[in-house]
């Protein structure tokens, strides 16, 4: 069993920046890929970021460029800079990750960017 505690979430202004940190209960990281997803009101969860257990980054189109996932395997966490923020940015951010054939979420944090 894995728990995933995401944090970091608030309220920023357009153009601002943010760290969302994803904390495993356990150490997975070295064995498992490491998602960021997010869900705006009334829209389907969508796929944010993903570093690989070798440490390799992928990106979705809208936040290429504005976005960095990264992670520390001593502190069992991951985390999303995300900097250049848009209002479109709005939405719950959640942690994910497949361990031994386990699917597992966080609970969420709420982003909001608004002026």
């Known amino acids: 069993q894995v728990q995933l505690v995401e944090s970091g979430g608030g309220l920023v202004q357009p153009g601002g920046s943010l760290r969302l940190s994803c904390a495993a209960s356990?150490?997975?990281?070295?064995?498992?890929?490491m998602r960021w997803y997010r869900q705006a009101p009334g829209k389907q969860r969508e796929f944010v970021a993903v570093i690989t257990s070798v440490g390799v980054t992928k990106y979705a189109d809208s936040v290429k460029g504005r976005f960095t996932i990264s992670g520390d395997n001593a502190k069992n966490t991951v985390y999303l800079q995300m900097n250049s923020l848009k209002p479109e940015d709005t939405a719950v951010y959640y942690c994910?990750?497949?361990?031994?054939?386990?699917?597992?979420w966080g609970q969420g944090t709420q982003v909001t960017v608004s002026s």
């Open positions: 994910n990750s497949i361990y031994q054939g386990n699917d597992y």
């Open positions: 356990r150490n997975i990281f070295s064995t498992s890929n």
